[in-house]
């Protein structure tokens, strides 16, 4: 049973589009080249946050408004994005936002995150740790919790798929990271209340494998670790609901390297001068991968978000011979 109908999808569009016009889905021709095929991507990176997550957010904060407006304020833990959202979405609902991110978090998600009004909190050495230090603090202080995978974040999330599948209707095969799951569970309920056939792949690194090796076993597997640099898919611990709706809705979900990743960024840049952090790259990464058995495919690629710090950016692409060796060989 799906979480939601097409016409609750329909509202949460409208609510989405007050905040932000829909983003861009293009067909480039220099990664047509790369993959041997079509493709075209949903640029997530062009929304107010720089990531599809804000979506998300606003619907979250709608609802709340309007079904307990005495809510005194909203608490949740994030490696950037997701918090990026909340607070975007508090500061237009002028409800107080407190974010814990770990120890080490982006420097400039961060800065993003207090400059959208969010009150910053780092605890912890993970994402696991600052979460479960973030429930701590909203059972002390009346705060609500905001998880990192919900109804409607997922609702909200959901209309970037929706626009996708309207501007881009014959897609064949269509490439999601997954973090905590609210990106691909949104593509899969959305692509099946429209009818269509898209085949949908998720993409994991081989640092934070939790959903693939989770999706191998058929139940939820976690993980000691999640030591990728594409920190939106470092993820240690499958949320069941979206383990759930990916097991029965992605036909697989492909691991790649943090290098294959970092030469995805580098081919972004390149192909679309397009930025793309590690986990809006991670799909295109997956693509190359599986190059070979995509030719006649229209393949579609969510560049989910383009917050990278300079500096990672620096270290990890431009820095490393190796990586721009693969890319131009791609």
Not at 54 to 74: C, F, N, S
């Amino acid at each position: 049973m799906s979480m939601f109908n097409l016409a609750e999808i329909e509202r949460a569009h409208d609510i989405v589009r007050a905040a932000m016009t829909p983003t861009a889905a293009h067909a480039w021709p220099l990664l047509a080249q790369r993959l041997g095929t079509t493709v075209v991507v949903k640029h997530e990176n062009h929304t107010p946050a720089g990531a599809f997550k804000v979506r998300g957010g606003l619907v979250y904060m709608d609802r709340l408004k309007r079904e307990r407006p005495q809510t005194a304020g909203i608490i949740s833990a994030t490696t950037g994005n997701h918090g990026q959202s909340l607070a975007f979405a508090g500061s237009r609902h002028r409800l107080p936002v407190t974010i814990y991110v770990p120890h080490g978090n982006s420097t400039e998600k961060n800065r993003a995150m207090k400059a959208f009004g969010a009150n910053l909190i780092e605890y912890g050495e993970d994402f696991e740790a600052a979460r479960d230090e973030a429930k701590r603090h909203a059972a002390r202080d009346g705060l609500e919790i905001v998880p990192s995978f919900h109804r409607d974040l997922v609702l909200g999330v959901s209309t970037y798929a929706l626009e996708l599948f309207r501007s881009a209707p014959d897609i064949d095969v269509l490439y999601v990271p997954i973090g905590q799951g609210s990106g691909i569970s949104g593509c899969i309920l959305a692509r099946d209340l429209l009818g269509k056939k898209t085949e949908i792949v998720g993409v994991q690194s081989t640092e934070a494998p939790s959903y693939a090796l989770s999706f191998k076993a058929g139940t939820i597997v976690s993980t000691n670790s999640s030591n990728t640099r594409a920190d939106g898919v470092a993820t240690r611990i499958p949320d069941p609901e979206a383990f759930e709706i990916i097991r029965k809705g992605a036909s697989r979900i492909v691991q790649v390297t943090d290098d294959e990743i970092g030469a995805a960024i580098r081919a972004y840049w390149t192909d679309t001068h397009n930025l793309a952090e590690g986990a809006g790259a991670a799909a295109l990464a997956a693509a190359l991968q599986e190059k070979a058995n995509l030719r006649g495919k229209r393949v579609g690629l969510v560049l989910s978000g383009g917050n990278i710090d300079f500096e990672l950016f620096r270290k990890w692409v431009m820095a490393d011979d190796a990586v721009a060796q693969k890319v131009m060989m791609a």
